[in-house]
Each structure stands twice: as structure tokens, then as C-alpha cells.
């Protein structure tokens, strides 16, 4: 089957916690984690205003039905990946790549923006490890700012294992390799 990526449209935003939901079925391989599989997703009102802002991309198979999603925020010169999900018979098929390299190629285009952060599981191996294979490195708390800090600790609070968790960042090649 074909997949492509493209900006998610307004009429999508219901579907994005489906996917989400679907995606989460994997962490029912990681017995510490399988509660995920149960959690709720991103709400459609933050889905929502990715889409608004331009910052929200769909991969689509043929049928152009999106089957995985990246939805993101700018904050400051950062963009950070809020979600990325791919339907979990959809995963293995290198969309989570595509969808972060079409992040980076349209963080490469938006004024002042240099780099991308996210927060993930350390070594979940389609969570760090994956982000690591896609150019992210590891952002030691010593070099968090106070968002990513803050983020940290509220998925702790949340219920995540203490340290399982962990910030990490991608620099925004521009155009011409600057």
C-alpha cells in the first residue's frame, strides 16, 4: 500500500484520537507501560489548533484516510512534537520517519525557529531509541529550559515511572545546510 504525508485538514480533527488510541495498543508489550493502551489521547481542541496553525501533518493511504499523525507547537524558537501516532496496523512502515521529516522540513521554513523537542519514553525502543535513529540527542536536565523541565515533571505526576522519561532535541537545518 501507498502512504503519503500532507497537512491535516479541519474536518480530521475526530479522527486523530482514534488513531492515537490505536497507536497506544503497543505499549500492551511493556507491562510497566500497558496502562497507556487505556489513557487518553490529545484532546481534539489541541489537535485543533495545530491544524489552525499549520502545525499538524497526516500520513494517508491511497484512499487519502489518515492513518498516522504528528501534531505540534511553536514555543518560542522550539517546535515540540506534542503527538506523533500511527495506527497500529499502519506501524513498521517507516510513517513515524516520514512524519517527522516533513516536521523538520516545515520547521526549516518557519522565521526563527531552530530547533525540535519532544518528550518520550528513554528506552521504549519506538520512543528514545527511534527519536535517536531520526538525529534527536538526548537533552540532559542540565540543559533543559524551564518548559521541558516542567513538562518532565507534570508526566510524572501524571503517573509515568519516575525516570523513565526524558526531553529531547533535533537542530532545524535550513535551507542550504545553515
Given at each position: 500500500?501507498?502512504?503519503?504525508?500532507r497537512p491535516a485538514r479541519p474536518e480530521e480533527t475526530g479522527l486523530l484520537p482514534a488513531i492515537e488510541r490505536s497507536a497506544a495498543k503497543a505499549?500492551?508489550?511493556v507491562p510497566a507501560l500497558a496502562w497507556l493502551a487505556q489513557a487518553d489521547g490529545l484532546p481534539p481542541a489541541v489537535h485543533a489548533g495545530c491544524i489552525a496553525h499549520g502545525l499538524c501533518w497526516v500520513a494517508v493511504d491511497g484512499r487519502d484516510q489518515p492513518v498516522g499523525f504528528l501534531s505540534a507547537r511553536q514555543y518560542g524558537a522550539d517546535l515540540h512534537v506534542l503527538e506523533i501516532s500511527v495506527a497500529h496496523p499502519a506501524q513498521g512502515r517507516g510513517l513515524g520517519r516520514s512524519l517527522l521529516a516533513?516536521?523538520?522540513e516545515g520547521a526549516?521554513?518557519?522565521p526563527g525557529l531552530t530547533r525540535?523537542?519532544?518528550?518520550?519514553?528513554?528506552t521504549v525502543g519506538w520512543n528514545g531509541p527511534f527519536y535517536a535513529r531520526a538525529g534527536f540527542r538526548l537533552l540532559p536536565p542540565a540543559a533543559q529550559d524551564a518548559r521541558l523541565a516542567g513538562l518532565l515533571r507534570e508526566e510524572e505526576a501524571g503517573g509515568f515511572p519516575p525516570g523513565s522519561r526524558c526531553?529531547?532535541?533535533?537542530?532545524?537545518?535550513?535551507?542550504g545546510g545553515t
Open positions: 500500500m501507498t502512504f503519503s504525508i505499549f500492551l508489550a516533513v516536521a523538520h526549516a521554513r518557519l525540535i523537542t519532544l518528550t518520550t519514553f528513554r526531553a529531547m532535541v533535533r537542530d532545524v537545518i535550513l535551507a
